[in-house]
């Protein structure tokens, strides 16, 4: 079935550390999105690419990175400038079409604590 | 004005009821438009499409007033199995740093025995 994988499922991180999220999808979808939801509030958009080698900055890129390199692939990194990365990310993609006709769907999401 | 407004909740309902969502949306050029569910800790996934005409899906029913730029989401006979949050989402016609759609904060229901 296709789908998006998100890994890993939980992960800690360590104050001054760098770590990257994995998102893959198999849905040969072109656009994919970053997104970090905290405890009670909405989505708020990271980085999102529409297509290979090409990304855009969201609302809240300050202290993330991303690289799109192939296009099943959409790996974000939170570095150590991102001062309260804990929180919930979503990684999302969305076929092609006129912009978000299709709808996003939604891998299952990384818990990113620091500790 | 916010791009994509909902009453945050909580609606606290007994099974069996019926409840309604509303949401505006401020961006008059918006073609496409969603309701979305998201369980506790879990991700969105996607409920409905909502259509210019209404639709409906089972106990579900999405309605899309264009001239007010207002959507809604009807729910009959909750389930218990209906507790979730439901986020109302618009696209961006534009793009720019939202993306091509705009997701609301969502309203919490709970559906009480």
């Known amino acids: 079935d296709g789908g998006i994988t998100q890994s890993p499922k939980y992960l800690f991180r360590k104050e001054g550390q760098n770590v990257t999220l994995s998102c893959e999808q198999n849905?040969?979808?072109?656009?994919m999105y970053w997104y970090r939801q905290d405890p009670g509030q909405g989505l708020r958009l990271i980085y999102y690419?529409?297509?290979?080698?090409?990304?855009q900055k969201g609302d809240i890129a300050e202290g993330y990175s991303v690289s799109r390199e192939k296009k099943e692939s959409f790996p974000l990194t939170v570095t150590s400038a991102q001062k309260n990365p804990t929180a919930f990310y979503l990684c999302?993609?969305?076929?092609?079409?006129?912009?978000?006709?299709?709808?996003?769907?939604f891998g299952s999401g990384t818990r990113l604590t620091v500790v | 004005r916010k791009e994509v407004e909902q009453d945050p909740g909580p609606f606290n309902v007994p099974e069996g009821a019926t409840v309604a969502f509303n949401c505006t949306y401020s961006?008059?050029?918006?073609?496409?438009f969603f309701w979305y569910r998201q369980d506790c800790r879990k991700e969105p996934k996607l409920l409905m499409s909502v259509y210019s005409s209404g639709n409906e899906d089972g106990r579900f029913t999405a309605q899309l007033n264009r001239a007010s730029q207002y959507i809604s989401l009807l729910i009959r006979d909750s389930k218990l199995s209906d507790s979730a949050t439901y986020l109302c989402?618009?696209?961006?016609?534009?793009?720019?740093?939202?993306?091509?759609?705009?997701f609301g904060k969502g309203t919490k229901l709970s559906v009480k025995p």
């Open positions: 849905l040969n979808h072109d656009a």
């Open positions: 999302a993609s969305s076929r092609p079409g006129r912009q978000g006709s299709y709808g996003y769907t």
């Open positions: 961006n008059s050029a918006s073609q496409s």
């Open positions: 989402v618009v696209n961006s016609p534009y793009g720019g740093s939202q993306g091509n759609l705009i």
């Open positions: 690419s529409q297509i290979v080698n090409d990304f």
